[in-house]
């Protein structure tokens, strides 16, 4: 009789600079929205995880913030979720932007990248912004730089050679159980799931006005006996002045950030959603710990 193939399990980080199309492709991968995308860098603060199922395989990814240098206790943080999801994967997918020159960032990655001893797939994303011609010199660029397991030049935003990935991914994991359930395409709790939502729309509406100065946190969210899903956000900011640009002359930018979030709201829970906002002004909560310590919590 002929051997059957060992169901293979692992967690794959994703891991690069700001902007570099992270959330992008672990929703391109999982076929479905797990994270936020912005055009802002440094949207995504959490580990946010993906899971992709198929009958013989299944791909745990971890979306993490992109790297940087810290200036805030938030971003501190945010720089620990990276270290530690990288201790505790198989595998990471290093996603750099094809269109963006190499620079100082970059090596720093590749610099975190070796420490882990982990294989790295270098993942070249936005390849729709690069000329054909300039392709190969540039995967042989990085080449010289690191020894990769992988490289796939693709476009997350497009789709485009996305499909080769997991089934390489899959072909490097370990023999393991099925973690999740079929059909689960995350395990990131619902309401900070919501939370993101909102602040994705936010950080789309205002451009550069707040993006890094808003936080949201949903401390009601219930199933209502109309089948209604029941939400109240509240959205913190640094200052008055960011408060009042939220809202809005006479609540109108509000009204957008939450009729834009709702619409998503509704899409992902496939019900009806009342989604009520507040803004509020906290000063300088980046940097307290405290707050960010509760807020967690809360989530």
């Not at 971003?75 to 190499?102: I, Q, W």
Request: proline share 6%; hydrophobic share 40%; with cysteine.
């Amino acid at each position: 009789m002929p051997q059957t193939q060992p169901y293979r399990s692992g967690f794959v980080a994703l891991i690069g600079r700001p902007n570099a199309g992270k959330s992008t492709l672990i929703n391109q991968l999982v076929g479905g929205k797990v994270a936020i995308c912005s055009d802002k860098p440094q949207t995504t603060r959490n580990s946010i995880r993906g899971i992709l199922t198929r009958p013989d395989y299944q791909i745990v990814f971890i979306d993490t913030p992109g790297v940087h240098k810290p200036k805030f206790k938030l971003g501190e943080r945010m720089m620990e979720a990276v270290h530690d999801t990288l201790a505790g994967c198989d595998l990471v997918l290093y996603l750099a932007d094809a269109s963006a020159s190499f620079g100082a960032g970059e090596a720093y990655v590749l610099s975190l990248l070796a420490k882990s001893g982990l294989p790295v797939f270098l993942v070249l994303n936005k390849i729709d912004l690069l000329p054909h011609e300039a392709l190969l010199p540039l995967i042989a660029a990085y080449a010289e730089k690191f020894s990769f397991a992988e490289v796939v030049p693709c476009s997350a935003l497009h789709g485009e050679n996305t499909e080769r990935l997991p089934e390489l991914i899959a072909a490097r994991l370990p023999a393991g159980p099925q973690y999740y359930p079929d059909g689960m395409l995350s395990d990131f709790p619902e309401n900070m799931l919501v939370a993101e939502l909102v602040r994705e729309q936010a950080l789309r509406l205002t451009s550069d006005e707040v993006p890094h100065a808003v936080a949201v946190t949903v401390p009601v969210m219930e199933e209502r006996s109309n089948g209604m899903l029941y939400i109240e956000a509240l959205i913190y900011v640094e200052r008055e002045s960011q408060k009042g640009i939220l809202i809005g002359k006479q609540g109108a930018m509000l009204k957008q950030i939450g009729s834009a979030a709702r619409a998503e709201i509704e899409k992902i829970f496939g019900c009806r959603a009342y989604l009520s906002l507040r803004v509020r002004a906290k000063r300088d909560w980046r940097n307290n710990s405290g707050l960010l310590d509760s807020w967690e919590m809360s989530e």
